[in-house]
C-alpha cells in the first residue's frame, strides 16, 4: 500500500534559517508528489508538486523540493524562513500513476519560526 | 481565495443525527474530492466525483454518502453521526480525473455533541 511518513510533527527554527522539512514516500508506481501548507483555520494550499521531468522542483514562497528515487524522498527545503513561514505543511503522494487523482496524505509538519 | 466553496462553515450537532455538507468546485473544474480532518486519523481521501460520475473511493464509512450534480456542485452527507466523526471535512477540485493541482476549499468544522 503506498504511504507517506513526514519526520518530525514539529519543527523549530530562527527566522533567516534554513528550513528542512523531511517526507518520505512509499509508492509501488511512480508517484506524483506534492507539498501542501495549511495556514490556521484556512484549507490547503498548493506548494509545488513533481509529476516527470525535472528532479528539482520549485514551487511559491522560496520553497523547493528534490525528488530522489532511489531515496524515496521528497523533502522540502527554503534557505532563509520567515516569519510567515510559520504553518503546517503536509506531504502527499498520489499513488496510482496518473490514473486516478486521490492523495494520500503524511500526518504533517507543524513549522514555528522564532523571530 | 481558492475559489472552492463550502457551505456551512461551522455545523453542531447532535449523536445520531444527519447533516448535508456542501461543495461548489472552481469554475471549470469538473473533479470534486472530500477530504476529512481529524487529529487521530490526518488528512484522509473519503471520495471523488469525476463530472457526476464517482471515480475513487478511498476511507468513506457506509454511513457517509456524497453525490455530484449536473451543476458540479457536492454534497456529502453524514448519517447516524457518532462522535468521532467531529472533524474538519475539506473538499477540493480540480480540473480533470488525475492527480493534478487539487484547490481546496475553506472546510466544514464538525462537532457532533
Known amino acids: 500500500a503506498q504511504s507517506v511518513t513526514q519526520l518530525g510533527s514539529h519543527v523549530s527554527v530562527s527566522e533567516g534559517a534554513l528550513v528542512l522539512l523531511r517526507c518520505n514516500y512509499s509508492?509501488?508506481?511512480?508517484?506524483?508528489l506534492f507539498w501542501y501548507v495549511q495556514y490556521p483555520n484556512q484549507g490547503l494550499q498548493l506548494l509545488l508538486k513533481?509529476?516527470?521531468?525535472?528532479?528539482l522542483v520549485k514551487g511559491i514562497n522560496g520553497f523547493e523540493a528534490e525528488f530522489k528515487k532511489s531515496e524515496t524522498s521528497f523533502h522540502l527545503t527554503k534557505p532563509s524562513a520567515h516569519m510567515s513561514d510559520a504553518a503546517e505543511y503536509f506531504c502527499a503522494v498520489s499513488p496510482y500513476g496518473g490514473s486516478q487523482g486521490n492523495l494520500i496524505f503524511g500526518k504533517g509538519t507543524k513549522l514555528s519560526v522564532k523571530p | 481565495d481558492s475559489g472552492v466553496t463550502q457551505t456551512p462553515k461551522h455545523l453542531i450537532t447532535a449523536t445520531g443525527q444527519r447533516v448535508t455538507l456542501r461543495c461548489s468546485p472552481r469554475?471549470?473544474?469538473?473533479?470534486v474530492y472530500w477530504y476529512q480532518q481529524s487529529l487521530d486519523q490526518g488528512l484522509q481521501f473519503l471520495i471523488q466525483?469525476?463530472?457526476?460520475?464517482?471515480?475513487a473511493k478511498g476511507n468513506i464509512l457506509e454511513r457517509f454518502s456524497a453525490q455530484q450534480f449536473p451543476d458540479l456542485h457536492s454534497e456529502l452527507n453524514l448519517s447516524s453521526l457518532e462522535l468521532g466523526d467531529s472533524a474538519l471535512y475539506f473538499c477540493?477540485?480540480?480540473?480533470?480525473?488525475?492527480?493534478?493541482?487539487?484547490?481546496f476549499g475553506p472546510g466544514t468544522r464538525l462537532l457532533v455533541l
Open positions: 469554475s471549470g473544474d469538473l473533479s
Open positions: 509508492s509501488s508506481v511512480p508517484p506524483y
Open positions: 477540493a477540485s480540480s480540473v480533470n480525473r488525475g492527480p493534478e493541482t487539487q484547490y
Open positions: 513533481y509529476t516527470t521531468g525535472a528532479t
Open positions: 466525483y469525476y463530472n457526476g460520475e464517482e471515480r
